[in-house]
Protein backbone atom coordinates (compact mmCIF):
# COMPACT_ATOMS: atom_id res chain seq x y z
CA UNK A 1 0.00 0.00 0.00
CA UNK A 2 0.62 3.55 -0.47
CA UNK A 3 1.41 6.25 2.78
CA UNK A 4 -1.44 7.86 4.05
CA UNK A 5 -1.49 11.74 3.29
CA UNK A 6 -3.41 14.26 5.34
CA UNK A 7 -4.95 16.70 3.08
CA UNK A 8 -7.66 20.00 4.32
CA UNK A 9 -10.59 20.65 2.08
CA UNK A 10 -12.98 23.70 2.02
CA UNK A 11 -16.50 22.67 0.79
CA UNK A 12 -19.11 25.90 -0.30
CA UNK A 13 -22.70 26.17 -1.04
CA UNK A 14 -25.00 28.54 -1.90
CA UNK A 15 -27.99 27.02 -4.24
CA UNK A 16 -30.52 24.70 -2.88
CA UNK A 17 -30.90 23.19 0.13
CA UNK A 18 -27.42 24.45 1.22
CA UNK A 19 -26.67 22.04 4.26
CA UNK A 20 -27.57 19.06 2.69
CA UNK A 21 -25.45 19.84 -0.19
CA UNK A 22 -22.52 19.85 2.62
CA UNK A 23 -23.69 16.77 4.08
CA UNK A 24 -23.82 14.53 1.03
CA UNK A 25 -21.08 16.14 -0.31
CA UNK A 26 -19.28 15.12 2.60
CA UNK A 27 -20.77 11.51 2.59
CA UNK A 28 -19.09 11.22 -0.89
CA UNK A 29 -15.99 12.08 -0.01
CA UNK A 30 -16.01 9.54 3.06
CA UNK A 31 -17.33 6.45 0.69
CA UNK A 32 -14.60 7.67 -2.59
CA UNK A 33 -11.58 9.73 -1.16
CA UNK A 34 -11.07 8.69 2.17
CA UNK A 35 -11.28 8.63 6.11
CA UNK A 36 -12.58 11.66 7.76
CA UNK A 37 -10.49 13.09 10.44
CA UNK A 38 -12.61 15.92 11.89
CA UNK A 39 -14.98 18.58 10.29
CA UNK A 40 -15.52 22.09 11.25
CA UNK A 41 -18.50 24.19 11.96
CA UNK A 42 -20.43 25.33 9.47
CA UNK A 43 -20.81 29.61 8.41
CA UNK A 44 -22.82 31.46 6.42
CA UNK A 45 -20.78 33.88 4.50
CA UNK A 46 -22.15 36.28 1.88
CA UNK A 47 -20.71 35.83 -1.79
CA UNK A 48 -17.35 36.96 -2.43
CA UNK A 49 -16.40 38.59 -5.94
CA UNK A 50 -20.13 38.45 -7.24
CA UNK A 51 -24.13 38.70 -6.38
CA UNK A 52 -25.95 35.92 -4.95
CA UNK A 53 -27.57 34.34 -2.08
CA UNK A 54 -25.19 33.68 1.21
CA UNK A 55 -22.80 30.30 0.98
CA UNK A 56 -22.49 27.74 3.75
CA UNK A 57 -18.99 26.83 4.25
CA UNK A 58 -16.71 24.50 5.96
CA UNK A 59 -13.44 22.58 6.39
CA UNK A 60 -12.37 19.24 6.76
CA UNK A 61 -9.34 17.16 7.51
CA UNK A 62 -8.94 13.48 5.82
CA UNK A 63 -6.50 10.95 5.11
CA UNK A 64 -6.21 9.40 1.72
CA UNK A 65 -3.51 7.19 -0.26
CA UNK A 66 -4.41 9.45 -3.29
CA UNK A 67 -2.12 11.03 -4.87
CA UNK A 68 -3.05 15.09 -5.18
CA UNK A 69 -4.06 14.94 -9.10
CA UNK A 70 -5.87 11.76 -8.38
CA UNK A 71 -7.54 13.49 -4.92
CA UNK A 72 -8.81 16.56 -7.68
CA UNK A 73 -10.22 14.24 -10.01
CA UNK A 74 -12.02 12.85 -7.64
CA UNK A 75 -13.52 15.96 -6.21
CA UNK A 76 -14.66 16.98 -9.72
CA UNK A 77 -16.40 13.85 -10.24
CA UNK A 78 -18.24 14.52 -6.88
CA UNK A 79 -19.15 18.00 -8.10
CA UNK A 80 -20.08 16.74 -11.47
CA UNK A 81 -22.85 14.25 -9.46
CA UNK A 82 -23.87 17.45 -7.94
CA UNK A 83 -24.52 18.72 -11.12
CA UNK A 84 -21.73 21.26 -11.33
CA UNK A 85 -19.05 21.80 -14.09
CA UNK A 86 -16.08 23.51 -13.41
CA UNK A 87 -14.69 26.39 -16.08
CA UNK A 88 -11.45 24.98 -18.40
CA UNK A 89 -9.98 28.11 -17.30
CA UNK A 90 -9.10 27.21 -13.24
CA UNK A 91 -8.46 31.37 -12.89
CA UNK A 92 -10.86 33.22 -15.34
CA UNK A 93 -13.27 34.60 -12.45
CA UNK A 94 -15.85 35.90 -14.45
CA UNK A 95 -16.70 31.87 -15.07
CA UNK A 96 -15.53 30.83 -11.76
CA UNK A 97 -17.68 33.61 -9.60
CA UNK A 98 -20.68 32.01 -9.81
CA UNK A 99 -23.26 30.36 -7.58
CA UNK A 100 -22.82 26.55 -7.17
CA UNK A 101 -24.63 23.98 -5.58
CA UNK A 102 -21.22 22.47 -4.35
CA UNK A 103 -17.89 23.62 -4.72
CA UNK A 104 -14.51 21.20 -3.18
CA UNK A 105 -11.45 22.54 -2.99
CA UNK A 106 -8.05 21.75 -2.06
CA UNK A 107 -6.60 23.97 0.46
CA UNK A 108 -3.44 21.79 1.96
CA UNK A 109 -1.70 18.40 0.60
CA UNK A 110 0.29 18.25 3.61
CA UNK A 111 3.50 20.82 2.94
CA UNK A 112 3.35 20.11 -0.75
CA UNK A 113 3.61 22.83 -3.18
CA UNK A 114 2.50 22.11 -6.79
CA UNK A 115 1.34 24.87 -9.51
CA UNK A 116 0.29 23.94 -12.53
CA UNK A 117 -2.65 24.82 -15.26
CA UNK A 118 -5.14 22.55 -13.34
CA UNK A 119 -3.80 22.55 -9.90
CA UNK A 120 -2.76 24.75 -7.44
CA UNK A 121 -1.53 23.74 -3.93
CA UNK A 122 -2.04 25.92 -1.19
CA UNK A 123 -4.79 27.05 -2.72
CA UNK A 124 -3.93 30.15 -4.35
CA UNK A 125 -6.31 32.55 -2.90
CA UNK A 126 -6.82 30.92 0.67
CA UNK A 127 -5.11 33.62 2.46
CA UNK A 128 -7.49 36.01 0.92
CA UNK A 129 -10.74 34.10 1.79
CA UNK A 130 -12.15 34.51 5.31
CA UNK A 131 -14.79 31.68 4.42
CA UNK A 132 -11.71 29.60 4.05
CA UNK A 133 -9.78 30.81 7.23
CA UNK A 134 -12.12 30.79 9.63
CA UNK A 135 -13.70 27.31 9.20
CA UNK A 136 -9.50 25.78 8.58
CA UNK A 137 -8.86 27.53 12.00
CA UNK A 138 -11.43 25.74 13.55
CA UNK A 139 -9.48 22.36 12.85
CA UNK A 140 -5.87 23.15 12.50
CA UNK A 141 -5.28 26.58 13.66
CA UNK A 142 -1.65 26.11 13.93
CA UNK A 143 -0.91 24.19 10.27
CA UNK A 144 1.92 25.82 8.15
CA UNK A 145 1.10 27.19 4.84
CA UNK A 146 3.98 25.64 2.87
CA UNK A 147 4.90 29.33 0.95
CA UNK A 148 4.56 32.09 3.50
CA UNK A 149 5.47 30.03 6.33
CA UNK A 150 2.57 31.34 8.47
CA UNK A 151 -0.31 29.55 10.72
CA UNK A 152 -3.71 29.58 9.87
CA UNK A 153 -4.79 31.67 12.70
CA UNK A 154 -1.67 34.03 11.84
CA UNK A 155 -3.56 34.40 7.78
CA UNK A 156 -6.88 34.83 9.31
CA UNK A 157 -5.99 37.80 11.52
CA UNK A 158 -4.15 39.62 8.73
CA UNK A 159 -7.10 38.69 6.25
CA UNK A 160 -7.90 42.12 4.34
CA UNK A 161 -11.69 40.07 3.49
CA UNK A 162 -13.93 42.15 5.99
CA UNK A 163 -16.96 39.66 5.78
CA UNK A 164 -18.71 38.86 8.46
CA UNK A 165 -19.22 35.23 8.94
CA UNK A 166 -22.37 33.84 11.08
CA UNK A 167 -21.61 29.93 12.51
CA UNK A 168 -24.51 27.93 11.54
CA UNK A 169 -25.88 26.03 14.94
CA UNK A 170 -25.97 22.80 13.37
CA UNK A 171 -23.20 20.20 13.05
CA UNK A 172 -22.20 18.07 10.14
CA UNK A 173 -22.07 14.42 10.86
CA UNK A 174 -18.80 12.58 9.79
CA UNK A 175 -19.88 9.12 8.42
CA UNK A 176 -16.65 8.34 9.05
CA UNK A 177 -17.09 8.66 12.85
CA UNK A 178 -20.25 5.98 13.01
CA UNK A 179 -18.81 2.78 12.65
CA UNK A 180 -18.43 1.06 16.18
CA UNK A 181 -15.91 -1.42 17.75
CA UNK A 182 -16.80 -0.81 21.20
CA UNK A 183 -18.26 -4.03 21.86
CA UNK A 184 -14.38 -5.64 20.92
CA UNK A 185 -11.26 -5.35 22.85
CA UNK A 186 -9.48 -7.88 20.66
CA UNK A 187 -10.33 -8.19 16.73
CA UNK A 188 -8.47 -10.82 14.81
CA UNK A 189 -8.24 -11.06 10.90
CA UNK A 190 -7.49 -14.65 9.06
CA UNK A 191 -7.11 -15.46 5.61
CA UNK A 192 -5.43 -17.25 3.15
CA UNK A 193 -1.81 -16.65 1.62
CA UNK A 194 -2.50 -13.23 0.06
CA UNK A 195 -5.55 -13.40 1.50
CA UNK A 196 -4.69 -9.27 2.31
CA UNK A 197 -5.16 -9.67 6.35
CA UNK A 198 -2.49 -7.60 7.00
CA UNK A 199 -3.19 -5.00 5.13
CA UNK A 200 -6.83 -4.66 6.51
CA UNK A 201 -5.70 -5.28 9.93
CA UNK A 202 -3.09 -2.12 9.33
CA UNK A 203 -6.12 -0.11 7.83
CA UNK A 204 -8.32 -0.81 10.85
CA UNK A 205 -5.40 0.08 13.38
CA UNK A 206 -5.21 3.54 11.85
CA UNK A 207 -8.71 4.39 11.57
CA UNK A 208 -9.81 3.49 14.44
CA UNK A 209 -6.97 3.91 16.52
CA UNK A 210 -6.07 0.05 17.87
CA UNK A 211 -3.21 -1.21 18.62
CA UNK A 212 -1.66 -3.51 16.03
CA UNK A 213 -0.17 -6.62 16.24
CA UNK A 214 1.48 -8.11 12.77
CA UNK A 215 3.02 -11.73 12.71
CA UNK A 216 6.37 -12.08 12.31
CA UNK A 217 6.79 -14.50 9.64
CA UNK A 218 9.69 -12.57 8.13
CA UNK A 219 11.68 -12.86 10.65
CA UNK A 220 11.52 -17.28 9.97
CA UNK A 221 14.62 -18.43 8.79
CA UNK A 222 13.16 -22.16 8.26
CA UNK A 223 10.31 -20.43 6.01
CA UNK A 224 12.19 -20.20 2.45
CA UNK A 225 13.68 -23.69 3.36
CA UNK A 226 10.36 -24.82 3.81
CA UNK A 227 9.04 -23.91 0.38
CA UNK A 228 12.64 -25.36 -1.21
CA UNK A 229 12.08 -29.17 0.22
CA UNK A 230 8.31 -28.86 2.51
CA UNK A 231 8.94 -32.30 3.82
CA UNK A 232 12.46 -32.01 5.65
CA UNK A 233 11.82 -28.91 7.04
CA UNK A 234 7.81 -29.03 7.64
CA UNK A 235 8.01 -30.07 11.09
CA UNK A 236 10.57 -27.29 12.32
CA UNK A 237 8.75 -24.47 10.82
CA UNK A 238 5.52 -25.34 12.29
CA UNK A 239 7.76 -25.55 16.01
CA UNK A 240 9.35 -22.63 15.50
CA UNK A 241 5.63 -20.85 13.99
CA UNK A 242 4.33 -22.28 17.46
CA UNK A 243 6.71 -21.22 19.92
CA UNK A 244 6.72 -17.63 18.50
CA UNK A 245 3.36 -16.81 17.61
CA UNK A 246 3.12 -18.02 21.23
CA UNK A 247 5.67 -15.59 22.71
CA UNK A 248 4.06 -12.78 20.66
CA UNK A 249 0.67 -13.07 21.24
CA UNK A 250 1.03 -13.21 25.12
CA UNK A 251 3.59 -10.45 25.44
CA UNK A 252 1.71 -8.02 23.21
CA UNK A 253 -1.67 -8.59 24.73
CA UNK A 254 -0.39 -8.55 28.52
CA UNK A 255 0.74 -5.28 27.90
CA UNK A 256 -1.94 -2.63 28.37
CA UNK A 257 -1.84 0.23 26.29
CA UNK A 258 -4.02 3.47 27.51
CA UNK A 259 -3.78 5.33 24.35
CA UNK A 260 -5.73 2.67 22.04
CA UNK A 261 -9.83 1.45 21.57
CA UNK A 262 -8.91 -2.46 21.14
CA UNK A 263 -6.33 -4.72 19.72
CA UNK A 264 -6.35 -5.87 15.95
CA UNK A 265 -4.25 -8.46 15.25
CA UNK A 266 -3.72 -10.40 11.66
CA UNK A 267 -3.54 -13.80 12.55
CA UNK A 268 -4.54 -16.00 15.96
CA UNK A 269 -2.35 -19.06 17.29
CA UNK A 270 -4.89 -21.80 16.26
CA UNK A 271 -3.56 -21.31 12.37
CA UNK A 272 -0.26 -23.53 13.48
CA UNK A 273 -2.95 -26.38 14.12
CA UNK A 274 -4.49 -25.82 10.21
CA UNK A 275 -0.94 -25.40 8.84
CA UNK A 276 0.32 -28.77 11.18
CA UNK A 277 -2.57 -30.72 9.54
CA UNK A 278 -1.40 -29.95 6.04
CA UNK A 279 2.26 -29.73 6.10
CA UNK A 280 3.24 -32.60 8.83
CA UNK A 281 2.50 -36.66 8.51
CA UNK A 282 0.09 -38.49 10.58
CA UNK A 283 2.17 -38.91 13.31
CA UNK A 284 4.60 -35.64 14.01
CA UNK A 285 1.07 -33.95 13.68
CA UNK A 286 -0.38 -35.80 16.55
CA UNK A 287 3.17 -35.04 18.45
CA UNK A 288 2.59 -31.19 17.67
CA UNK A 289 -1.48 -31.28 18.44
CA UNK A 290 -0.53 -32.60 21.73
CA UNK A 291 2.13 -29.53 22.50
CA UNK A 292 -0.22 -27.03 20.57
CA UNK A 293 -2.90 -27.38 22.99
CA UNK A 294 -0.50 -27.13 25.97
CA UNK A 295 -0.13 -23.68 25.10
CA UNK A 296 -3.24 -22.43 23.74
CA UNK A 297 -5.34 -23.03 26.61
CA UNK A 298 -2.84 -20.51 28.23
CA UNK A 299 -3.60 -17.73 25.47
CA UNK A 300 -6.28 -14.62 25.71
CA UNK A 301 -9.06 -15.78 22.47
CA UNK A 302 -10.13 -12.88 20.31
CA UNK A 303 -13.91 -11.40 20.56
CA UNK A 304 -14.27 -11.31 16.91
CA UNK A 305 -12.89 -13.27 14.42
CA UNK A 306 -13.19 -12.22 11.08
CA UNK A 307 -12.24 -14.85 7.88
CA UNK A 308 -11.19 -13.20 4.83
CA UNK A 309 -12.10 -16.11 2.52
CA UNK A 310 -10.52 -15.42 -1.28
CA UNK A 311 -11.09 -18.34 -4.03
CA UNK A 312 -7.55 -19.68 -5.38
CA UNK A 313 -7.51 -17.45 -8.54
CA UNK A 314 -7.35 -14.41 -6.79
CA UNK A 315 -5.27 -15.54 -4.10
CA UNK A 316 -2.55 -16.30 -6.29
CA UNK A 317 -3.01 -12.93 -8.59
CA UNK A 318 -2.19 -11.26 -5.02
CA UNK A 319 0.82 -14.03 -4.16
CA UNK A 320 2.76 -13.16 -7.83
CA UNK A 321 1.42 -9.03 -6.98
CA UNK A 322 3.65 -8.76 -3.73
CA UNK A 323 6.46 -10.55 -5.13
CA UNK A 324 7.94 -12.82 -2.16
CA UNK A 325 10.53 -14.93 -4.30
CA UNK A 326 9.63 -18.15 -1.86
CA UNK A 327 6.13 -18.02 -2.55
CA UNK A 328 5.83 -17.69 -6.39
CA UNK A 329 6.11 -21.93 -6.78
CA UNK A 330 3.08 -22.11 -4.07
CA UNK A 331 0.73 -24.59 -5.91
CA UNK A 332 -3.13 -24.00 -5.90
CA UNK A 333 -3.60 -28.07 -3.96
CA UNK A 334 -2.03 -26.18 -1.14
CA UNK A 335 -4.16 -22.98 -1.36
CA UNK A 336 -7.37 -25.15 -1.48
CA UNK A 337 -6.23 -27.33 1.43
CA UNK A 338 -5.16 -24.45 3.65
CA UNK A 339 -8.42 -22.68 2.53
CA UNK A 340 -10.52 -25.70 3.59
CA UNK A 341 -8.80 -26.72 6.18
CA UNK A 342 -9.86 -23.19 8.22
CA UNK A 343 -13.17 -23.25 6.76
CA UNK A 344 -13.85 -27.05 8.62
CA UNK A 345 -12.09 -25.39 11.97
CA UNK A 346 -14.45 -22.68 11.84
CA UNK A 347 -17.69 -24.52 11.19
CA UNK A 348 -16.94 -26.10 14.43
CA UNK A 349 -15.98 -23.28 16.63
CA UNK A 350 -17.11 -22.32 19.46
CA UNK A 351 -14.27 -20.16 21.86
CA UNK A 352 -15.02 -16.74 19.83
CA UNK A 353 -17.45 -15.09 17.87
CA UNK A 354 -16.91 -15.79 13.95
CA UNK A 355 -17.73 -13.94 10.84
CA UNK A 356 -16.30 -15.31 7.55
CA UNK A 357 -16.76 -12.66 5.02
CA UNK A 358 -16.04 -13.50 1.11
CA UNK A 359 -13.83 -11.01 -0.85
CA UNK A 360 -13.28 -13.15 -3.59
CA UNK A 361 -14.91 -10.06 -6.09
CA UNK A 362 -13.64 -6.97 -3.52
CA UNK A 363 -10.25 -5.11 -3.91
CA UNK A 364 -10.58 -3.23 -0.19
CA UNK A 365 -6.79 -1.44 -0.40
CA UNK A 366 -7.82 0.09 -4.42
CA UNK A 367 -11.59 0.30 -3.85
CA UNK A 368 -12.67 1.87 -0.68
CA UNK A 369 -16.21 1.22 -1.44
CA UNK A 370 -15.12 -2.43 -1.03
CA UNK A 371 -13.32 -1.62 2.24
CA UNK A 372 -16.66 0.40 3.73
CA UNK A 373 -18.34 -2.79 2.71
CA UNK A 374 -16.19 -5.20 4.53
CA UNK A 375 -16.43 -2.59 7.45
CA UNK A 376 -20.06 -2.87 7.83
CA UNK A 377 -19.75 -6.72 7.77
CA UNK A 378 -17.79 -6.25 10.71
CA UNK A 379 -19.61 -3.46 12.80
CA UNK A 380 -23.02 -5.36 11.26
CA UNK A 381 -24.24 -1.73 10.00
Not at 79 to 95: L, T, V, W
Not at 107 to 132: A, G, Q, S, Y
Request: proline share 3%; net charge neutral.
Amino acid sequence: MSNLRKVYISLGSNKGDKFKNLQEAINAIHLKIGNIIIISKVYKSPALGFESDDFFNACLILETFLTPRKLLKKLFAIEKSFGRIRPDNYRDKAKAYQARIIDLDIIFFEDEIIDTKTLKIPHFEMHKRKFVLQPLSDIAPNEIHPKSKKGVLTLLEKCKDKSVLEPINIWLKNPSKTYNFSNYNYIAIEGNIGAGKTSLATMISHDFNAKLILERFADNPFLPKFYEDAKRYAFTLEMSFLADRYQQISDDLSQLDLFKDFIVSDYVVFKSLIFSKITLPEDEFKLYRKLFYLMYKDIAKPDLYVYLYQNTERLQQNIKKRGRDYEQDIQDDYLDKINSGYLEFLKSQTDFNVKIIDISDKDFVENRADYLSILDEICEK
